[in-house]
């Protein structure tokens, strides 16, 4: 589990490095005023708990979401869902994943953005449901590696609020996520690859530690 937080946090600090070289001159990409987004993408994850019993279990999680852009305003929309099986010598049964989040985002910079809003997670085995619910606060950040065609991007959160129903409550979550985005010549469509790692800390000093790679096929458009 240490060794997997440790390279979570080596990866993003990387990926953080990398995008604010990228980022010291504006993105060139046209400002629309009002703009539609979206996507859809598999991830392969892995979920591992630490406590008094250490487990782990792997999947492949389907997603999709969507932004509305109102000028400097986004509202973005995601849901996710999939199955994890234990890993070897992990006890116990599957679990279905469901991920739910809604954001109101503002353009500070053409290269930064800031956000929060609502993010609901379940894990649900057929002894019950394990609900997370938080507000979080979360910073963007992008650049261009290649002009209009290949893009960086490094995106950092926190649990302003939470709470769980399992192990005393929630006591604090954060995590983060780097990718690069390459942009389809004379289409619509992009493609992005993203590495992504998520900690949530119970109560009772228990923790789950959620990381993924993620492919995603991107459409942006009026």
Do not use: K
Request: charged share 20%; glycine share 12%; hydrophobic share 45%.
């Amino acid at each position: 589990m240490t060794r997997a937080v440790s390279r979570a946090r080596t990866l993003l600090a990387a990926a953080c490095a990398l995008v604010a070289v990228t980022i010291t001159t504006p993105t060139a990409r046209a400002q629309r005023p009002l703009s539609v987004s979206g996507g859809a993408g598999i991830t392969s994850a892995r979920l591992s708990r630490e406590g008094t019993l250490d487990r782990a279990w792997t999947g492949a999680i389907m997603g999709a979401g969507g932004t509305l852009r109102l000028n400097r305003f986004l509202l973005d929309a995601q849901y996710a869902q999939g199955t994890l099986t234990p890993e070897a010598g992990t006890l116990g049964d599957g679990e279905d994943f469901v991920d739910g989040a809604l954001q109101l985002r503002f353009q500070v910079l053409p290269w930064l953005t800031v956000g929060a809003g609502p993010h609901i997670r379940a894990f649900i085995t057929p002894a019950g449901t394990s609900r997370w619910t938080r507000f979080e606060g979360r910073v963007r950040a992008e650049g261009e590696l290649i002009n209009s065609i290949v893009f960086a991007h490094f995106e950092g959160w926190f649990a302003a609020a939470v709470d769980a129903n399992v192990q005393g409550g929630g006591s604090g979550a954060q995590g983060g996520e780097a990718g690069v985005l390459v942009r389809l010549p004379r289409t619509p469509l992009a493609l992005q690859l993203t590495y992504l790692a998520d900690r949530a800390e119970f109560a009772n000093g228990a923790s789950e530690f959620l990381e993924g790679v993620r492919f995603t096929v991107l459409f942006d458009r009026y």
